[in-house]
């Protein structure tokens, strides 16, 4: 699955260049990778859990067309970042956001008529339960990019919601109005990606993008480059199939910082997704388990695998 890149690149020196950023368009993004969890979950045996996933992203997408739209960010508060080398959604004020709030209501409310396994709907029930403080907990470590391991549940229902609040806000901004910050950080939320992705779209074939975990944006990065530390050195590639030509889901280790982060060519295969293949791929995270490189990115629904 790819997202839209803008019709009329930069151009240097009369060649074209992609563009720092590609913002979400929430409803059709959420669709798309709703078909590719079901898709995925064929034949495969990780199938319940892939199809668990698929209804739950159908309810984000059919959320990211019902609900009120946001309130976009000030101008203001745009330039404030942009001049300050800063991602202009502020993760700490999107915590107390009534906007969050009433979307992790709408969603657990969709969520009800998702099948689950039992310890999922006991999770969801004492959710919907849950005293603000405490989702406020739950809220906070998914905006931190921090999910303990032993609360897995309730906070992947948060992590959905906060995924479709983030997109939305993201939506509003204007691509143009972002700037690099640094190495592995979003530049409209601030956020890790879960994994990047080479694209083969017309107008920026061959970059490769980081895929935000939160808000959904797409920002481009240098293609051999370890995006937890920014070290050009000591790159390598691992996969199931040895490192092959055929792998189009690779994991891109890096002996500087001793972490990994997939990497996936959608110039090979365009219906991959960040998310989606992520959780899929789940055969690469157990091939790397335990030798000398730990996961860097992060991915909300696969927090304890």
Not at 112 to 141: F, G, K, S, T, Y
Request: glycine residues 8%.
């Amino acid at each position: 699955m790819t997202q839209d890149i803008p019709a009329r690149p930069d151009m240097i020196g009369g060649v074209s260049t992609p563009p720092l950023a590609i913002l979400p368009r929430p409803a059709r993004l959420f669709a798309a990778r709703a078909d590719r969890f079901a898709h995925l979950a064929e034949g495969s045996r990780l199938a319940p859990y892939l199809r668990f996933m698929a209804d739950l992203t159908r309810a984000q997408a059919d959320l990211a067309g019902s609900l009120p739209p946001v309130a976009p960010l000030s101008p203001d508060r745009v330039a404030l970042a942009r001049a300050s080398r800063m991602p202009p959604i502020d993760r700490h004020a999107v915590l107390d956001d009534p906007g969050l709030a009433a979307t992790l209501d709408a969603l657990i409310a969709a969520a009800r008529a998702i099948a689950m396994p039992a310890p999922a709907r006991l999770a969801l029930d004492a959710l919907a339960d849950a005293a603000p403080e405490d989702r406020r907990w739950l809220v906070a470590n998914v905006l931190d990019d921090a999910i303990p391991a032993d609360s897995v549940a309730p906070h992947l229902f948060v992590a959905a919601a906060v995924q479709l609040h983030l997109a939305r806000l993201a939506a509003t901004l204007d691509s143009g109005d972002l700037v690099a910050i640094r190495t592995g950080v979003c530049p409209a939320c601030g956020g890790k990606p879960a994994a990047s992705v080479v694209t083969g779209v017309m107008g920026a074939e061959g970059a490769r993008y980081a895929a935000c975990a939160g808000c959904q944006t797409l920002w481009n990065e240098v293609r051999v480059k370890c995006l937890s530390c920014g070290s050009t050195k000591g790159i390598a590639f691992q996969s199931v199939d040895d490192g092959t030509e055929g792998a189009q889901i690779k994991a891109e280790t890096c002996d500087a910082c001793d972490t990994w982060v997939k990497q996936m060519d959608q110039h090979k295969n365009p219906s991959l997704d960040p998310i989606a293949d992520d959780v899929a791929s789940l055969g690469l995270d157990a091939l790397m388990r335990g030798g000398r490189w730990r996961r860097g990115g992060f991915d909300p629904f696969l927090t304890g695998y």
